[in-house]
């Protein structure tokens, strides 16, 4: 028997005791062991939970308890879970977490303190939700060198852009709908400014490309300028407009970053639509995969936090090479060197784009606006020739042609 611990009973955490509980002949048999829950650490009371009498307040109490081999870290953020986690591997426990904000910030350092202390740190469900990514990187196509991921690891974002595209709401009216049902958070800057995005694309990114790359390098861009002559326009140029996280080698480094992006009905992504998440991982033997499913969600989040925990308890006396080095400032390539074709509205006059831009193709109007797509060229160009007069409202890549 293996016991475990988890720490934040919130949407995920308590997921994860319920998989457990659900599962727990499957898990046995899958892990070798039976596995239960020993305590659930929360500050919170939940009175009416079945799970009750396993609450408990005290953190000390379970980081010092040897029966406790793996802990399941579901509170989130980089205060108390960096500490805990931190406390949970210098004294041999394994750890498996959801918490892509703590990875992102900290996941060379506490993969180093795994390794020091000869346990395992997981984080399987920090990306994607309940699809496997992290795993089929870090194993199942480790033979190829991975030369692009790009994805829609944003639920709560491509909510509101499939409502703006299927129903042509405005951005702000599809927010207010995704808080109604649930998926945004009532500050939900973190998902439509692009932050969260960011923290699974870098995650993503150190796995494929071996360096850590540390949000603050890369660049992220959200969804509230998109209106809804963005949508019009993208859909008589023949694309959906979609928030793409992607990571791209360029030279040797990868350009990593977050940005709305018009994508061919015929691109894989085009399709994904709602709350759905996926990814497209590009190997140089493998050729384009493509990853989809739930990216969020109590018991989607849960399948994924509670196999890293089977995986914990295989490997209880043996480490999983999973980590990448560290890395800076110069582990990232900038993005705007990268080329792509090129969306822009504007309010100028057909003839100064034709004449700064040349060959280009326009959409319709409406009132004073347009848009417009340009041929493949790299952003750092794209400025350039918007200084000569041109005010871009929105400046989109276009996803496709690589
Ligand atoms: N807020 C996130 C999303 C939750 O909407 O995708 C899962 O990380």
Not at 265 to 271: R, S
Request: with cysteine.
């Amino acid at each position: 028997m293996v016991k475990i611990a988890v720490l934040g009973f919130g949407v995920v955490g308590s997921g994860t005791v319920e998989a457990f509980d659900r599962n727990s002949a499957i898990i046995a048999q899958n892990a070798g062991h039976d596995i239960q829950v020993k305590y659930i650490l929360d500050i919170r009371d939940f009175p009416d939970s079945p799970y009750n009498n396993l609450l408990t307040g005290d953190f000390e109490k379970i980081v010092s308890d040897p029966d406790v081999a793996v802990v399941v870290e579901t509170i989130g953020g980089v205060g108390p879970a960096f500490d805990y986690t931190k406390r949970c591997l210098s004294a041999g426990k394994s750890v498996v977490t959801s918490n892509k904000e703590l990875v992102a910030a900290h996941g060379y350092e506490l993969l180093e303190m795994a390794s020091a202390n000869g346990v395992n740190y997981l984080f399987e469900a920090s990306v994607g939700g309940g699809i496997p990514i992290i795993r089929p990187i870090a194993q199942c196509i480790a033979a190829n060198q991975i030369n692009e991921i790009y994805g829609i690891v944003n639920g709560t974002t491509n909510y509101i852009l499939t409502e703006m595209v299927k129903n042509g709401a405005e951005f702000s009216d599809a927010l207010a709908d995704a808080q109604r049902k649930g998926y945004a958070e009532a500050d939900p800057s973190a998902d439509i400014d692009g932050h969260d995005a960011c923290r699974k694309i870098c995650i993503l990114a150190s796995l494929a490309f071996g360096k850590h790359i540390y949000p603050e390098y890369a660049s992220h861009e959200g969804i509230r300028g998109i209106s809804s002559n963005d949508v019009h326009f993208a859909g008589e140029l023949g694309y959906k407009i979609k928030l793409v996280a992607r990571a791209r080698v360029l030279g040797d480094i990868p350009a990593v970053y977050v940005a709305p992006h018009l994508i061919s009905h015929d691109n894989l992504l085009a399709g994904v639509d709602g709350v759905m998440n996926a990814v497209v991982v590009r190997g140089n033997i493998v050729g384009d995969l493509m990853f989809y499913g739930a990216g969020a969600g109590k018991m989607p989040t849960a399948s994924a936090v509670a196999a890293d925990v089977i995986d914990a308890v295989k490997h209880m006396k043996l480490r999983k090479l999973i980590g990448w080095e560290e890395g800076g400032e110069d582990s990232v390539a900038d993005h705007m060197l990268l080329e792509s074709a090129w969306y822009i509205r504007t309010d100028a006059s057909r003839e100064k784009i034709s004449h700064e831009f040349g060959e280009v193709i326009f959409s319709g109007s409406i009132g004073s606006e347009c848009a417009f797509k340009t041929t493949f060229m790299s952003g750092r160009k794209v400025q350039e020739l918007l200084e000569r007069g041109i005010s871009a409202l929105s400046l989109f890549r276009v996803l496709g042609d690589h």
